[in-house]
């Protein structure tokens, strides 16, 4: 199945219709839902563009490696601009995003679920990074709020003669729970509420169904898998940080989340 | 008299507001050392200075000839101790807490370490969050105490409780400092509690030491 210029240019009557209803709401919305709706065609012309180009024949898997790589920086710049309250949180995302796509690229490709391509590699990168940019915000934000609310608890045990890293220890443990519990609901309802993405995607582009669960099922592992080891390295890295090397917990603000 | 904390030009600043401005003082490695002013004095930052839960930003501290910034911060805490102005219990039972503070405590010491503070060693099983006010604050002291520090810094440790239970506070502290070498650095702005419990009063306000009124301290000297 193919959709066709004339297609989408109806489409946007659906635009129409949600600017329609903030006017209609006086939700002054209409110009961002416009916006949104204009900056997120123009960028999905552009990656997709980009991405034609890189499926010709004969063009380097390097180019899409540089893409991921440009992803990757992105990611970590817009992580540290949506949770500017969290000290040090760029290079922290920054390996965070490495250690998720390490590990999620190794198996995808290193085991061969999938073959290592261009048609492969960018949009599961794109899928990784995504992901892995929301948990980090969420883990970052979580962990910055619970330290700015325990602070008397921790600095009780910092004066009861523990480090940094064991005075932390205790607290960690919920916020690794409370930013990795949404992920794990939204993969339980997967299907019974909604279909995703990739699936619909695929299914509308004509992929027999079975195959399109297939795929979403790798996907949906994949983003389980990116949001774990996320949020993982972003609490083990950001801790490092709320302290300063003679264990005095830093001043944190809380943030509107 | 005992070295003790000894600060040369210890100043703390805010943004623009100067926490502490240049502050010069001993407080000697014995008895009980009041620091007492009003609210925004700047007492409550002093004391976390001593403890290096915060760091000057000119002026140096020493704790027994050694300056602060030179010592493993981690011991410092071991041998100074610090009791919060709010009870902080920490998740779990009594002796939960107290196993943060000393892990390899058995049931006898951490018994042991109730009874030096007038608790009962039978609420060692009991949530720590079912205890009142004042048993809390008694337990933190217990938590700080096993891990035998030479100095007890008290930021305003019975502001949060009633009369009854802050004067068992006072006199457990006090008892523990005529029983043995535990020196008392206490933050209050209670007059009438600074006479009962110190044995000498620095008075801060608005970030300076100020020179002390005459105080007719119970425990008999001035300062």
């Known amino acids: 199945m193919t959709i066709s210029w004339t297609g989408l240019a109806v489409s946007l009557v659906l635009v129409v219709v949600a600017a329609g209803i903030s006017l209609a709401w006086r939700l002054g919305l209409e110009r961002s839902i416009v916006w949104a709706a204009a900056r997120a065609l123009v960028q999905l012309l552009i990656v997709g563009g980009v991405l034609a180009l890189l499926l010709l024949?004969?063009?380097?898997?390097?180019?899409?490696?540089?893409?991921?790589?440009?992803?990757?920086?992105y990611a970590a710049y817009t992580a540290k601009q949506r949770a500017p309250a969290v000290p040090g949180l760029l290079p922290v995302a920054g390996a965070a995003f490495l250690a998720a796509g390490a590990v999620c690229l190794v198996v995808l490709f290193g085991l061969g679920v999938f073959p290592l391509t261009s048609r492969t590699l960018v949009p599961m990168a794109g899928l990784i990074v995504g992901n892995a940019m929301t948990s980090t915000v969420l883990a970052g934000r979580r962990l910055s709020e619970e330290f700015a609310d325990k602070r008397a608890e921790i600095e009780a045990r910092l004066?009861?003669?523990?480090?940094?890293?064991?005075?932390?220890?205790?607290?960690?443990?919920?916020?690794?729970?409370?930013?990795?519990?949404?992920?794990?609901?939204?993969?339980?309802?997967?299907?019974?509420?909604?279909?995703?993405?990739?699936?619909?995607?695929?299914?509308?582009?004509?992929?027999?169904?079975?195959?399109a669960v297939l795929v979403q099922a790798v996907v949906m592992f994949l983003v389980l898998a990116a949001a774990?080891?996320?949020?993982?390295?972003?609490?083990?890295?950001?801790?490092?940080?709320?302290?300063?090397?003679?264990?005095?917990?830093?001043?944190?603000s809380r943030e509107r989340t | 008299?005992?070295?003790?904390?000894?600060?040369?030009?210890?100043?703390?600043?805010?943004?623009?507001?100067?926490?502490?401005?240049?502050?010069?003082?001993?407080?000697?490695?014995?008895?009980?050392?009041?620091?007492?002013?009003?609210?925004?004095?700047?007492?409550?930052?002093?004391?976390?200075?001593?403890?290096?839960?915060?760091?000057?930003?000119?002026?140096?501290?020493?704790?027994?000839?050694?300056?602060?910034?030179?010592?493993?911060?981690h011991?410092?805490?071991?041998?100074?101790?610090?009791?919060?102005?709010?009870?902080?219990?920490f998740a779990g039972s009594v002796a939960d807490n107290l196993a943060v503070a000393a892990p390899d405590a058995d049931r006898d010491a951490m018994g042991e370490a109730l009874r030096r503070v007038s608790l009962d060693p039978e609420l060692l099983d009991r949530d720590a969050d079912t205890l009142s006010g004042g048993e809390l604050q008694r337990m933190c002291l217990a938590r700080t105490l096993i891990t035998e520090p030479e100095t007890l810094l008290l930021d305003e440790p019975t502001s949060a409780l009633d009369a009854t239970p802050a004067r068992e506070f006072e006199r457990t502290v006090l008892a523990l400092v005529d029983d043995g070498d535990l020196t008392v650095v206490w933050v209050g702005h209670?007059?009438?509690?600074?006479?009962?419990?110190?044995?000498?009063?620095?008075?801060?306000?608005?970030?300076?030491?100020?020179?002390?009124?005459?105080?007719?301290?119970?425990?008999?000297?001035?300062?």
């Open chain 2, 190 to 223: 209670d007059d009438a509690q600074v006479r009962r419990v110190a044995d000498r009063v620095l008075e801060l306000r608005d970030g300076a030491l100020v020179e002390s009124r005459e105080w007719d301290l119970t425990r008999g000297r001035t300062s």
């Open chain 2, 75 to 89: 011991e410092l805490r071991r041998r100074v101790g610090m009791v919060f102005q709010r009870a902080t219990p």
């Open chain 1, 228 to 252: 774990a080891t996320t949020t993982s390295v972003v609490a083990l890295g950001l801790v490092r940080r709320l302290f300063t090397p003679d264990d005095q917990l830093l001043a944190l």
């Open chain 1, 159 to 211: 004066a009861l003669g523990q480090s940094g890293r064991d005075a932390a220890r205790p607290y960690l443990r919920g916020v690794l729970r409370s930013a990795l519990s949404p992920q794990i609901e939204t993969t339980k309802a997967t299907g019974l509420v909604f279909l995703p993405g990739a699936m619909t995607g695929l299914i509308l582009a004509g992929v027999p169904p079975l195959q």
């Open chain 2, 1 to 73: 008299m005992t070295a003790g904390f000894v600060l040369r030009g210890v100043t703390v600043r805010r943004g623009d507001h100067t926490v502490l401005d240049a502050v010069d003082a001993e407080i000697p490695g014995q008895g009980v050392t009041a620091l007492w002013g009003p609210s925004g004095a700047g007492k409550s930052t002093l004391l976390r200075l001593l403890d290096r839960l915060d760091v000057p930003d000119d002026g140096s501290i020493t704790y027994e000839g050694t300056a602060l910034d030179e010592m493993d911060p």
């Open chain 1, 57 to 73: 024949p004969g063009v380097s898997l390097w180019w899409s490696w540089l893409w991921v790589a440009a992803m990757l920086g």
